[in-house]
C-alpha cells in the first residue's frame, strides 16, 4: 500500500507570493493533519481534517488555510508569504491516533 | 499550553552501548505517547508507542511510560551508527492534537 503522499516535494517562492502544497493520506485513513517543522524545532500543529470537516486548528495566522476534498486528500494554502514560512510542512494521516507522516514539502521562501 | 520537553542533546553513545532518551510532559490528563525517528532532511517515521505505565519492548527498542511523574524514555539497546537521527517524543491527549518535543539527536560512535 502507499503511504502518505505529498507534493511537490521541494518549492521555492518569493515574499508575498502564495503557494499550495497537497496531500493524499493512506489508503483508508480518513483523517489528514497539517505540521509545520522548522529546522531543530519539533513539528507545530497546523489544521486536522477528518471527514471534509475541519477538526483543530494551531496558532497559525489566517494566511494559513487548509481543506479536504471527498477523496480525503488535502491541500495546505499559505497566502502573503513571508521569509519566516520557510520550512518543512508534513502532512499526515491517522487511522485512530497514530499520525504516519509524508515526506514533507520543503518550502524556501526568498 | 501544553508541552514536551525533551534534552535537545546531542547524546552521544558508543556502537554497542545503550542508548537513553528521555521526555517529560505538561498535560496529566495526556493519555498516549509516541515516539518518532526522523533522519536529517527526513520526515518523522513512527517507532513506538505506549499507553500504559510500564515498559513496554518491540526489539532493540524498549519505551517506559511513568504518568505519575509525566515522564516517558526510550531505551535503545546495541546502539548502531544507522540508529543516529533525532527522536521526537509527543504526547496526544483525547481528540487535541498530537504535541511533539523538540528532539533529541542521537549520534551513535563507531
Known amino acids: 500500500d502507499a503511504g502518505v503522499t505529498q507534493s511537490p516535494t521541494h518549492l521555492i517562492k518569493t515574499r508575498g507570493q502564495h503557494v499550495t502544497l497537497r496531500c493524499s493520506p493512506i489508503?483508508?485513513?480518513?483523517?489528514v493533519s497539517w505540521y509545520q517543522q522548522v529546522l531543530g524545532q519539533g513539528p507545530q500543529f497546523i489544521f486536522q481534517?477528518?471527514?471534509?470537516?475541519?477538526?483543530g486548528r494551531g496558532n497559525f495566522p489566517d494566511r494559513f488555510s487548509a481543506r479536504q476534498f471527498p477523496n480525503y486528500s488535502s491541500e495546505l494554502n499559505v497566502n502573503a508569504l513571508l521569509l519566516g514560512d520557510s520550512a518543512l510542512y508534513l502532512c499526515?494521516?491517522?487511522?485512530?491516533?497514530?499520525?504516519?507522516f509524508g515526506s514533507g514539502t520543503q518550502l524556501s521562501v526568498l | 499550553q501544553k508541552e514536551v520537553e525533551q534534552n535537545s542533546g546531542p547524546l552521544s553513545v558508543p556502537e554497542g552501548a545503550i542508548a537513553s532518551l528521555n521526555c517529560t510532559y505538561s498535560?496529566?490528563?495526556?493519555?498516549?505517547f509516541f515516539w518518532y525517528r526522523q533522519y536529517s532532511g527526513k520526515s518523522p517515521e513512527l517507532i513506538m508507542s505506549?499507553?500504559?505505565?510500564g515498559d513496554k519492548e518491540d526489539g532493540r527498542f524498549t519505551a517506559q511510560l511513568n504518568k505519575a511523574s509525566q515522564y516517558v524514555s526510550l531505551l535503545i539497546r546495541d546502539s548502531q551508527p544507522s540508529d543516529s537521527a533525532t527522536y521526537l517524543c509527543?504526547?496526544?491527549?483525547?481528540?487535541?492534537?498530537?504535541?511533539f518535543g523538540k528532539g533529541t539527536r542521537l549520534s551513535v560512535i563507531a
Open positions: 499526515a494521516s491517522s487511522l485512530y491516533e497514530k499520525l504516519f
Open positions: 489508503s483508508g485513513h480518513k483523517s
Open positions: 481534517y477528518y471527514e471534509k470537516e475541519e477538526r
Open positions: 498535560d496529566r490528563v495526556s493519555q498516549s
Open positions: 505506549i499507553y500504559s505505565n
Open positions: 509527543a504526547a496526544l491527549s483525547g481528540n487535541t492534537p498530537l504535541v
